[in-house]
C-alpha cells in the first residue's frame, strides 16, 4: 500500500517518467522482500539502520556494483523523505547509512621486462625522429613526469652539472626530478642529434619537431602508442601510463611513498598511494602463479 501511494505520488505530482517509476517499484519491492525475509514482524515503519546495512551487504555479497547499489539506496531515500512529508514515519532509518564507495580502477602500467625490452632491444626508427621517439619513452619512464610537463620542457630546464630537470606542473608549480648516469647519456645523444638535424627551434623547446615547433599533445599521445604497441596489448597505451608504470617500478623497487609523491609532484599522500594497490595486487598474482597451494 504504502509503496502504491508513492509511486502514484511520482506519477502525479513529480511527473516522473514510467521507467523511473518502474524502478522505484522494483527496488522498494525487493528491500520489502529482504526484510521479511529477515523478520516477519517488521515493515516500512519499523525497519532501522541496521535491516538497511545488512541490505546493503547483501547486495555487494551478490554481485552488484556499488553504482548499482547507491542507485537503490537513492530510492529507499526518496521513499523515506516522502514518508516523512506524510508523517507515516518520525525518523528517516536512511539518515545515517553510507552507501558504498565506487572503487576507482587500478593505474595501467607496462611490466619491467616490457619497457626493458622496449628500450633496450627494439629500434624505434632511424635518424632524428627514431631518436625522438626512444628519448621521449625514455623520458617518461625515468621521470614519471606528465604529458605537458614535458612538452613544456626548455633546454635550460636540464641541469646536466647538477644531474636536475625543472619541470612545471599544475598550477604552474615548479619540481626538480632528478635523472642518472644513463639517461644523462641518452639526453646528451639525443641533443646533437636534434642540433644536427634542425638549424631554429621555437623559444628553445628541448623536445621539438622536424620543423622546430614545440610538440604538441596529440603527436606525443600517438608517438607513445605507436612504440607501446610494440610490446604489450593493453588498451591503454598513453603518456600516462608510463607516468604510471615510472611510479610503480619505484615503488616495487623499495622506494618511499613520501618520495615518489615527490618526484610525481602529487598535492596529496593518497593520491600516489593508488599505486601500492597496485604492487599488492602484481605481488598477489606472483603468489597465485608460485605457491603450491594458492
Given at each position: 500500500?504504502?509503496?502504491?501511494?508513492?509511486?502514484?505520488?511520482?506519477?502525479?505530482?513529480?511527473?516522473?517518467?514510467?521507467?523511473?517509476?518502474?524502478?522505484?517499484?522494483?527496488?522498494?519491492?525487493?528491500?520489502?522482500?529482504?526484510?521479511?525475509?529477515?523478520?516477519?514482524?517488521?515493515?516500512?515503519?519499523?525497519?532501522?539502520?541496521?535491516?538497511?546495512?545488512?541490505?546493503?551487504?547483501?547486495?555487494?555479497?551478490?554481485?552488484?556494483?556499488?553504482?548499482?547499489?547507491?542507485?537503490?539506496?537513492?530510492?529507499?531515500?526518496?521513499?523515506?523523505?516522502?514518508?516523512?512529508?506524510?508523517?507515516?514515519?518520525?525518523?528517516?532509518?536512511?539518515?545515517?547509512?553510507?552507501?558504498?564507495?565506487?572503487?576507482?580502477?587500478?593505474?595501467?602500467?607496462?611490466?619491467?621486462?616490457?619497457?626493458?625490452?622496449?628500450?633496450?632491444?627494439?629500434?624505434?626508427?632511424?635518424?632524428?625522429?627514431?631518436?625522438?621517439?626512444?628519448?621521449?619513452?625514455?623520458?617518461?619512464?625515468?621521470?614519471?613526469?606528465?604529458?605537458?610537463?614535458?612538452?613544456?620542457?626548455?633546454?635550460?630546464?636540464?641541469?646536466?652539472?647538477?644531474?636536475?630537470?625543472?619541470?612545471?606542473?599544475?598550477?604552474?608549480?615548479?619540481?626538480?626530478?632528478?635523472?642518472g648516469e644513463e639517461l644523462e647519456r641518452d639526453?646528451?645523444?639525443?641533443?646533437?642529434?636534434?642540433?644536427?638535424?634542425?638549424?631554429?627551434?621555437?623559444?628553445?623547446?628541448?623536445?621539438?619537431?622536424?620543423?622546430?615547433?614545440?610538440?604538441?599533445?596529440?603527436?606525443?599521445?600517438?608517438?607513445?602508442?605507436?612504440?607501446?604497441?610494440?610490446?604489450?596489448?593493453?588498451?591503454?597505451?598513453?603518456?600516462?601510463?608510463?607516468?604510471?608504470?615510472?611510479?610503480?617500478?619505484?615503488?616495487?623497487?623499495?622506494?618511499?611513498?613520501?618520495?615518489?609523491?615527490?618526484?610525481?609532484?602529487?598535492?596529496?599522500?593518497?593520491?600516489?598511494?593508488?599505486?601500492?594497490?597496485?604492487?599488492?595486487?602484481?605481488?598477489?598474482?606472483?603468489?597465485?602463479?608460485?605457491?603450491?597451494?594458492?
Amino acid at each position: 500500500m504504502l509503496i502504491e501511494s508513492f509511486l502514484d505520488y511520482l506519477r502525479l505530482e513529480k511527473n516522473c517518467s514510467e521507467k523511473t517509476i518502474v524502478s522505484y517499484g522494483t527496488d522498494l519491492t525487493k528491500f520489502e522482500e529482504f526484510f521479511k525475509s529477515v523478520d516477519e514482524e517488521i515493515d516500512f515503519t519499523t525497519v532501522d539502520a541496521d535491516v538497511i546495512r545488512l541490505w546493503v551487504v547483501s547486495l555487494m555479497d551478490g554481485g552488484y556494483t556499488s553504482t548499482s547499489v547507491n542507485r537503490k539506496l537513492s530510492s529507499l531515500r526518496s521513499f523515506y523523505r516522502y514518508l516523512l512529508r506524510k508523517k507515516i514515519v518520525a525518523v528517516d532509518p536512511t539518515f545515517k547509512v553510507v552507501g558504498p564507495k565506487k572503487k576507482k580502477p587500478l593505474p595501467v602500467f607496462v611490466k619491467e621486462e616490457d619497457m626493458n625490452r622496449l628500450l633496450d632491444e627494439i629500434p624505434c626508427g632511424k635518424g632524428f625522429a627514431g631518436c625522438l621517439d626512444k628519448m621521449i619513452i625514455e623520458m617518461f619512464y625515468a621521470t614519471g613526469m606528465r604529458l605537458s610537463e614535458l612538452i613544456g620542457l626548455d633546454d635550460a630546464d636540464i641541469d646536466f652539472s647538477a644531474s636536475l630537470i625543472k619541470v612545471t606542473g599544475k598550477r604552474n608549480k615548479q619540481r626538480l626530478i632528478p635523472f642518472g648516469e644513463e639517461l644523462e647519456r641518452d639526453l646528451r645523444v639525443y641533443l646533437s642529434v636534434r642540433d644536427e638535424n634542425i638549424s631554429e627551434r621555437e623559444n628553445d623547446a628541448f623536445f621539438v619537431r622536424k620543423d622546430g615547433r614545440r610538440l604538441s599533445p596529440g603527436m606525443v599521445y600517438l608517438l607513445v602508442k605507436r612504440n607501446l604497441t610494440k610490446v604489450v596489448t593493453l588498451k591503454k597505451k598513453s603518456p600516462h601510463v608510463l607516468r604510471h608504470t615510472f611510479a610503480t617500478s619505484m615503488l616495487n623497487h623499495q622506494a618511499e611513498l613520501e618520495a615518489v609523491k615527490e618526484l610525481l609532484g602529487h598535492e596529496s599522500l593518497s593520491t600516489t598511494e593508488v599505486y601500492t594497490h597496485t604492487t599488492f595486487e602484481e605481488l598477489k598474482k606472483v603468489y597465485e602463479q608460485a605457491h603450491p597451494r594458492a
